[in-house]
C-alpha cells in the first residue's frame, strides 16, 4: 500500500508550503488580523511543532526538509534570517535558526481573492500531484481562507455545493486523502469518505491550524 513508507533521518519526508501573497492577502482575517498574519501564524506554529516531533535527547533529527515559497507579484522562498532564499530546508535547520516566515504583501489591493491571473493552475497541479516515490505520488493540499461568516468546508468530497468556479478549481487540484490521513482526520472529528480531498474552503484560522496539522501528521516515524 502507498503512504506508508518509514519516516526516518535516512528516509526523510518533505513538505513545501505554497503562500498566497497578493494584494487581497491584506484583508481582515479574525480578531482585526490580516489574512497575512493568520497564515504566518499558522506556518510557524506548525513549524515549531514538526521541530518538537523531531526532538530527541541528543537534538533534532532531519525526519523533514521543509520549504515555504510566497507567490504573488514575485515567487521567491519566504524563510527569514540565516534561512533566506533557501527553498528547502532540513528540520534542524529551521529549529535551530528560528526566525517567522517574512509576510510580503502588495500595498495595493488588485482586487482578486487568490483567483488565478495569469494561465490555468490546473495543468501545473497536475503535474506536481503526478510526481511520485515508490511509496506514493505527491500530495497537494489546497486551503483557501476567509474572513467571512460564510460556512467553511474542510475535506470535502464533492463539488456540489461549492460557491463558484474558483472553489470547485481548488477542489479538483486537491489529491484524495490517502487512507492514514483520511484516519487521522476522522480521529479528530471530520466527516471524510475515500473521495474526500485535501481541500479547504472559507476556513478561519483554527480551521487552517487543524488542517496544517493533519495534511503534515506521519503515519510511521522513528
Known amino acids: 500500500m502507498s503512504y506508508e513508507a ?7 519526508s518533505a513538505f513545501l508550503f505554497l503562500i498566497d501573497m497578493s494584494g487581497s492577502m491584506t484583508d481582515p482575517y479574525g480578531n482585526g488580523k490580516r489574512k497575512a498574519d493568520g497564515v504566518a501564524d499558522a506556518i510557524n ?13 541528543e537534538g533534532v533529527r532531519d525526519y523533514y526538509d521543509v520549504g515555504v515559497i ?21 528540520i534542524s535547520s529551521v529549529a535551530n535558526h528560528p526566525a517567522r516566515v517574512e509576510e510580503r504583501t502588495k500595498k495595493e489591493d488588485d482586487g482578486a481573492d487568490g483567483e488565478a ?25 489546497n486551503c483557501h481562507i476567509s474572513g467571512t461568516s460564510s460556512d467553511s468546508i ?13 472553489a470547485k478549481l481548488l477542489f479538483n487540484m486537491s489529491s484524495v486523502l490517502p487512507e492514514a490521513i483520511r484516519e487521522s482526520a476522522q480521529r479528530e472529528g471530520f466527516k471524510v469518505s475515500e473521495k474526500s480531498r485535501g481541500f479547504a474552503f472559507n476556513a478561519d ?8 496539522d493533519i495534511g ?5 516515524m522513528r
Not at 205 to 212: D, H, P, T, W
Request: one cysteine or more; charged letters at 25%.
Open 117 to 141: 491571473t495569469d494561465g490555468d493552475p490546473a495543468v501545473e497541479a497536475e503535474a506536481l500531484r503526478n510526481l511520485s516515490t515508490q511509496d506514493g505520488n505527491l500530495l497537494l493540499f
Open 6 to 12: 518509514e519516516i526516518s533521518r535516512n528516509n526523510p
Open 154 to 166: 474542510l475535506f470535502a468530497d464533492h463539488e456540489e455545493g461549492l460557491p463558484d468556479q474558483f
Open 205 to 212: 484560522l483554527v480551521e487552517l491550524i487543524r488542517f496544517l
Open 216 to 220: 503534515t501528521r506521519p503515519s510511521n
Open 70 to 90: 510566497s507567490y504573488g507579484k514575485r515567487v521567491e522562498p519566504a524563510l527569514v534570517g540565516e534561512l533566506a532564499g533557501v527553498s528547502l530546508a532540513s
Open 45 to 57: 506554529k506548525l513549524l515549531t511543532n514538526l521541530s518538537i516531533k523531531c526532538t530527541k535527547s
